[in-house]
């Protein structure tokens, strides 16, 4: 995709010797793909660093969802063995 891209800016700037026109096209075509970039909107040139931004809310929230995880896990394990225990019980 990025190949296509480059060959079609370069096409319309070789077309820009005959008409101007292809020039603004070429130039529209460069901002739009280093302003909007390909994939997910991300852009390659991002001067917000919302990638790491975004990252560090995702480490934050799996760090508080382990931290959950790991203190109930330990302080129902009794409760829901007893529970398991009895199900069996009731379905053997």
């Excluded at 040139?45 to 959950?68: A, L, P, T, V």
């Amino acid at each position: 995709m990025f190949v296509l891209l480059l060959v079609l800016i370069l096409v319309l700037f070789g077309l820009g010797f005959l008409s101007p026109l292809w020039w603004v096209a070429a130039a529209v075509l460069v901002f739009g793909v280093t302003r909007h970039g390909r994939d997910r909107g991300g852009g390659w040139i991002r001067g917000d660093g919302s990638d790491r931004r975004e990252y560090r809310d995702y480490e934050n929230r799996r760090e508080r969802q382990d931290r959950w995880d790991r203190r109930y896990s330990r302080q129902h394990r009794a409760r829901w063995r007893r529970e398991d225990r009895r199900d069996r019980e009731r379905r053997g």
